[in-house]
């Protein structure tokens, strides 16, 4: 099993719609975890953060994290052609392992 | 401000050949370092990661090896490369997990290996 997987996609979005992304992980030592976007031939960049169970907003995204189930979600409300990109989720463990590790991304298209 | 320098940005070689790529980053101390390579199409492959000088932990047997001879230098090393070797390398940095919980990774700009 993978320490982090995502819904592969691709997904397909109109825009100004919410896109939903998932992403579930195996290890219950990972308290961090991390979106980023890659847009095609760029390096990962961070959109959020979240460590603690809930939601966490930030403009049009939305972090979820539920650690009974495993689970961290992203919504991109009012979803933009520029949202287009794959998005990552990695999971850190806190304290003494420092390994960080990423889902195989979710290519997410949103269709003017 | 902390910056990550990685280089070349595009490397074609044919199969057989040395590989050396280096990644430096300033701004920061005794940084946790990271190379993961990423396929075509795919998602992101931790290579290997490094809490210290001369410390690696290597996450897949491969014909790949990473040595940290300074605090903030990570060079990815092979002595024969494959075609299955060719993909994105990229090199990151984050703050030890001692620091808190939010240690997110700053990424460098990549280095694209295509193998011949």
């Known amino acids: 099993q993978k320490e982090v997987e995502q819904n592969s996609g691709p997904l397909s979005v109109p825009e100004g719609a919410i896109a939903s992304l998932n992403c579930t992980y195996s290890?219950?030592?990972?308290?961090?975890f991390f979106w980023y976007r890659q847009y095609s031939g760029k390096s990962p960049e961070l959109i959020m953060f979240i460590y603690s169970n809930g939601d966490k907003e930030d403009g049009r995204f939305t972090a979820q994290l539920n650690k009974a189930s495993q689970y961290v979600s992203l919504l991109i409300r009012d979803s933009q052609p520029s949202d287009s990109a794959t998005y990552l989720c990695?999971?850190?463990?806190?304290?003494?392992?420092?390994?960080?590790?990423f889902g195989t991304g979710t290519r997410l298209t949103i269709i003017p | 401000s902390q910056t990550i320098h990685q280089w070349p940005a595009t490397l074609v070689q044919p199969v057989g050949s040395p590989l050396s790529l280096e990644c430096t980053v300033e701004?920061?101390?005794?940084?946790?370092l990271y190379w993961y390579r990423q396929a075509a199409g795919r998602g992101l492959q931790l290579l290997f990661y490094s809490v210290g000088i001369g410390q690696i932990s290597s996450e897949v047997p491969q014909n790949l090896s990473a040595s940290r001879p300074q605090d903030r230098q990570f060079i990815l090393s092979s002595k024969k490369l494959l075609l299955s070797d060719s993909g994105f390398y990229l090199c990151?940095?984050?703050?030890?997990?001692?620091?808190?919980?939010?240690?997110?990774?700053?990424f460098g700009q990549g280095t694209r290996l295509t193998v011949v």
């Open positions: 701004g920061t101390s005794n940084p946790n």
């Open positions: 990151a940095w984050r703050r030890s997990a001692s620091y808190g919980a939010n240690t997110e990774a700053f």
């Open positions: 990695a999971g850190g463990a806190n304290f003494g392992n420092e390994k960080l590790t």
């Open positions: 290890d219950r030592g990972s308290q961090s």
